[in-house]
């Protein structure tokens, strides 16, 4: 049976947790922790370096692949996603690839999409780092399932333009609201 990538994820973590816990052990540092006292610069030694670097890319990656395309695009952080997925909605970036295709270069998304190449490139690059969409070669975009479902879903389209447009800005009111609430509640 071939691995899947889940299971070479998974290897990768392991194999390399137990560098980092050899390492740990063998110089008399205590496992990482949220405890006040942890060590803060524990996993910073240079024998650590890379097995920490492949952990934290492995582990990203797993919890991506296990949270699937409409997760990936519907529960990040508001701040950090819906910057570049207001604009990929809003200017339709995820449906402008040639017909049939899965890829196209950021001028061809750029032309179909009426947006300046360097707005596009920009735009793209951040949701790639979101898994939206991937560079697999230079200015060359591919979907993702998250891009990919963004270009096929209606539902998540509308979900995320609503999201984006409608809710998010009502929140951020949230405080100048309470604080007029209050203002007009204390003097009754």
Known sequence: MATTRIT?????IADNTKHVDAHLAQRGLPSPSFDPDSPAGALLHSDVIASRRAILEATDELHAL???PVDILTRQPVSILYKPVIAIVKFG??????DGKDEATFAEIAATSGL???TVR????????FRI?????QGIVRHTAASKTLADNPLIR?????????LWPAATKVGRLITTLHGSLVNQ
């Open 8 to 12: 070479e994820l998974a290897a990768i």
């Open 66 to 68: 296990m949270r699937g």
């Open 93 to 98: 970036l995820a449906s402008s690839f040639p």
């Open 116 to 118: 300046p190449e360097p």
């Open 122 to 129: 920009r735009l793209l690059r951040h949701a790639m780092a």
């Open 133 to 137: 969409f991937q560079e697999p070669s």
């Open 158 to 166: 509308q979900w995320m333009g609503m999201t984006s447009e409608e």
